[in-house]
C-alpha cells in the first residue's frame, strides 16, 4: 500500500477556490491511479475525480466538472485537486486515494486512503 496526507482544506466563501493536496509516500506512486472523495455526515463517500497513472485521463462527476481540476506531478508523488467557484454543496471531507490497477470511480476499488481533510463553503 501506498501512505497517503492530505492538505489544503479549509474555509472559503462561495464562489472562492481552494486546492488541495496530497503527498504519497511508501510505494511506487506512478503505478497507481489516484483519486479524490467526498464525504459528508451520514452519506456515503462521494467520487468526486480520478487520473490515470499517466495523467493521460482524467474523469470527474458531474457536479464538478468543469470546476474542478485534478492533477498528478509522478516526480514529486503528489497528486492535486484545484477546486474553483465552489459552493455549500462542495462542503465535505475530501480523501485522497490511491488504486493499484485500472481507473474505477468506486471507492470500494481504491486501496488507500488518506485521513482527509476538512472543506467549508460559507454562503
Known amino acids: 500500500q501506498v501512505q497517503l496526507v492530505e492538505s489544503g482544506g479549509g474555509l472559503v466563501q462561495a464562489g472562492g477556490s481552494l486546492r488541495l493536496s496530497c503527498a504519497a509516500s511508501?510505494?511506487?506512486?506512478?503505478?497507481?491511479?489516484m483519486g479524490w472523495f467526498r464525504q459528508t455526515p451520514g452519506k456515503e463517500r462521494a467520487f468526486v475525480a480520478v487520473i490515470t497513472w499517466d495523467a493521460g485521463n482524467t474523469y470527474y462527476a458531474a457536479s464538478v466538472k468543469g470546476r474542478f481540476t485534478i492533477s498528478r506531478d509522478n516526480a514529486k508523488n503528489t497528486v492535486a485537486l484545484q477546486m474553483n467557484n465552489l459552493g455549500p454543496e462542495d462542503t465535505a471531507v475530501y480523501f485522497c486515494?490511491?488504486?493499484?490497477?485500472?481507473?474505477?470511480?468506486?471507492?470500494?476499488?481504491?486501496?488507500?486512503w488518506g485521513q482527509g481533510t476538512q472543506v467549508t463553503v460559507s454562503s
Open positions: 486515494a490511491a488504486r493499484y490497477g485500472l481507473v474505477s470511480t468506486s471507492p470500494r476499488d481504491f486501496d488507500s
Open positions: 511508501g510505494r511506487t506512486f506512478s503505478n497507481y491511479v
